[in-house]
């Protein structure tokens, strides 16, 4: 049973247009969202986080929106460039009272930034 | 300097083997994490650890064992080994506190039994 989804496996975009990423979740115990990206044979890494009391978390090129009702988030990337062409993972964790909680990622979205 | 690291980046070994693949962070991370990725791409837990408690998800075999000897480092031990341990493995860290449940994550450990 996925509790996080992430529907497209890729996604072509033009450089300098904007990109976006979206993420669906159904375990309504998720509190912490985040999005990692991932060039292959390295390591996830972290891009940009939101606790689920906000909608909205913004870091340079980046933001992510979150609709708790919807149980929905993405990932806006504007403008995007041929460095952003990797894997991107959404993830979740039930993590409010702190502690050793494991992620749960999605699938992962191939992002290709196109010159 | 590397957050997070893992040797080695390669393993191929024989089925019945036993192997450990070592993990280090010098973050100052109370709490250390063990990933899966398999054939599918999925990454899913298989354990979290911290100086308190180990928390092992229950579809793991008890084939894998953790073993800390110290904050900075989470290393996984895995006896008999089978095919279907063929993955990437991933070790990551975070504080562990509320509000900074980030995890970072090594480069990943590539396994290959055949």
């Known amino acids: 049973d996925q509790q996080v989804k992430q529907n497209s496996p890729s996604l072509s975009v033009q450089e300098g247009r904007i990109s976006i990423l979206n993420c669906d979740y159904t375990?309504?115990?998720?509190?912490?969202f985040l999005w990692y990206k991932k060039y292959p044979a390295e390591g996830p890494t972290f891009l940009i986080s939101?606790?689920?009391?906000?909608d909205k978390n913004e870091d340079g090129r980046f933001t992510v929106f979150l609709n708790k009702s919807a149980k929905h988030l993405s990932l806006h990337i504007v403008p995007s460039q041929p460095g952003d062409s990797a894997v991107y993972f959404c993830?979740?964790?039930?993590?409010?009272?702190?502690?050793?909680?494991?992620?749960?990622f999605g699938k992962g979205t191939h992002l290709i930034i196109q010159p | 300097d590397t957050a997070v690291s893992q040797t080695p980046k390669y393993l191929v070994t024989q089925m019945g083997n036993d192997k450990s693949i070592k993990c280090e962070q010098n973050?100052?991370?109370?709490?250390m994490y063990w990933y899966k990725q398999d054939s599918k791409k999925f990454l899913k837990i298989m354990f979290s650890?911290?100086?308190?408690?180990?928390?092992i998800n229950e579809t793991v075999p008890n084939r894998f064992s953790p073993k800390s000897p110290d904050k900075a480092h989470l290393n996984l031990h895995i006896n008999s080994l089978e095919l279907g341990d063929s993955a990437v493995y991933f070790c990551?860290?975070?504080?562990?506190?509320?509000?900074?449940?980030?995890?970072?994550f090594g480069p990943g450990t590539r396994l290959l039994v055949l």
């Open positions: 375990n309504s115990m998720f509190d912490y």
């Open positions: 973050l100052g991370h109370d709490t």
């Open positions: 990551a860290s975070s504080q562990g506190l509320p509000g900074q449940e980030t995890q970072y």
């Open positions: 939101i606790s689920s009391i906000k």
């Open positions: 993830a979740a964790s039930e993590n409010s009272g702190g502690g050793a909680d494991g992620l749960t």
């Open positions: 650890y911290n100086n308190k408690e180990l928390i």
